[in-house]
């Protein structure tokens, strides 16, 4: 069962900055997009940034300018960089992988068990 592992969450003050990790158990024969979403409570889950096969990146509105996705290729790993952070990114953060396994036979979406990042003063 690939799980993807997601690091780097906690609790950071406004206008601070934190950098989310994500790496999967397993190897990738192709990835078609990764991204990170988020939850907060009592919203639905919503795309934060996410990055494509061919390099193309999309990023929310209200992360624009402040957030940056990036992916490590030879690791099958995905990171955000977020700064100038507000309260209002309080959520359950969660990596998503689109793509094939080596041992799989058919492209799914993976989810990570989700990291908390708390702004708070």
Same mark, same amino acid.
């Given at each position: ?48 940034? @996410?990055?494509? $096969?061919?390099?193309?990146?999309? &990023?929310?509105?209200?992360?624009? /300018? %402040?957030? +940056? #996705? ?13 700064? @100038?952070?507000? $309260?209002?990114?309080?959520?359950? &953060?969660?990596?998503?992988?689109? /793509? %094939?396994? +080596? #041992? ?18």
């Amino acid at each position: 069962q690939v799980q993807l592992v997601e690091s780097g969450g906690g609790l950071v003050q406004p206008g601070g900055s934190l950098r989310l990790s994500c790496a999967a158990s397993e190897s990738f024969a192709s990835i078609y997009a990764m991204g990170w979403y988020r939850q907060a409570p009592g919203k639905q889950r919503e795309l934060v940034a @996410s990055i494509v $096969s061919g390099g193309n990146i999309n &990023y929310a509105d209200s992360v624009k /300018g %402040r957030f +940056t #996705i990036s992916r490590d290729n030879a690791n099958n790993g995905v990171y955000l960089q977020m700064n @100038s952070l507000k $309260s209002e990114d309080t959520a359950v &953060y969660y990596c998503m992988f689109d /793509g %094939r396994t +080596t #041992i799989a036979t058919m492209r799914r979406l993976y989810w990570g068990q989700g990291t908390q990042v708390t702004v708070s003063p």
